[in-house]
Nanobody
Framework: QVQLVESGGGLVQAGVSLRLSCAAS????????VGWFRQAPGKERDFVAA????????YYAESVKGRFTISRDNAKNTVYLQMNSLKPEDTAVYYC??????????????????????WGQGTQVTVSS
């Protein structure tokens, strides 16, 4: 089992930055692809960003490309989501998710909720205008 705990959310004004963290316990992130998703009230849980274990390739939703950066620190067993130039439409609960260890993802699978086995409880990000 992998337990994921997100942190770093908060209430901020538009234009500022936040960095979310996702820490793994129980089992590590070693060998796992990791993604961030977000869910706004009344909406589906949508893909935000992902990072591959094998080569650290990154994947981004079009809406965040150029503003958000996903990274991982294997020594700290933590994945980060650096969010710059935040907009009110970024307001959502942000979830970290991890796949099974040593499991290959096709490029399209990184964007799909069902690909990920383990989920955190989420952290709220609210961006005011």
């Amino acid at each position: 089992q992998v337990q994921l705990v997100e942190s770093g959310g908060g209430l901020v004004q538009a234009g500022v930055s936040l960095r979310l963290s996702c820490a793994a316990s129980g089992r590590t992130f070693v060998g796992r692809n990791v993604g961030w998703f977000r869910q706004a009230p009344g909406k589906e849980r949508d893909f935000v960003a992902a990072i591959a274990w094998k080569n650290s390739n990154t994947y981004y939703a079009e809406s965040v490309k150029g503003r958000f950066t996903i990274s991982r620190d294997n020594a700290k067993n933590t994945v980060y989501l650096q969010m710059n130039s935040l907009k009110p439409e970024d307001t959502a609960v942000y979830y970290c998710a991890a796949g099974n260890a040593w499991t290959y993802f096709t490029d399209s699978q990184y964007y799909t909720r069902e690909t990920y086995r383990y989920w955190g409880q989420g952290t709220q990000v609210t961006v005011s205008s």
